[in-house]
Nanobody, 122 residues
């Protein structure tokens, strides 16, 4: 059983910062891409940022210049530093990983965390 557990969400004022963390646990052979998604009330889930196991990152336009994704491959962990937060960043943030369970020939499968709520409000 592979689990992704997020932490670091909470209430923050506009202009503030938060750092989200996500760690994968359980039996997993390797992880390729790790990412953060978010889902605001009444909206579809959207990609925020993605990072390869080599450290190459890409961001949604809404996150560019404000958010930074990073990862620690030894810990199977991914982080999202969020600065200059806006009310429109309010959402449940989900950690996602694409990995192989048992060996290099196992199929790539997605894993999801249960989400952590970020609320940006004064």
């Amino acid at each position: 059983q592979v689990q992704l557990v997020e932490s670091g969400g909470g209430l923050v004022q506009p202009g503030g910062s938060l750092r989200l963390s996500c760690a994968a646990s359980g039996s997993i052979f390797s992880i390729n891409v790790m990412a953060w998604y978010r889902q605001a009330p009444g909206k579809e889930r959207e990609l925020v940022a993605v990072i390869t196991n080599g450290g190459r990152a890409n961001y949604a336009d809404s996150a560019k210049g404000r958010f930074t994704i990073s990862r620690d491959n030894a810990k199977n962990a991914v982080y999202l530093q969020m600065n200059s937060l806006k009310p429109e960043d309010t959402a449940v943030y989900y950690c996602n990983a694409e990995g192989r369970r048992y060996s290099g020939s196992s199929p790539l499968v997605p894993f999801w965390g249960k989400g952590t709520l970020v609320t940006v409000s004064s």
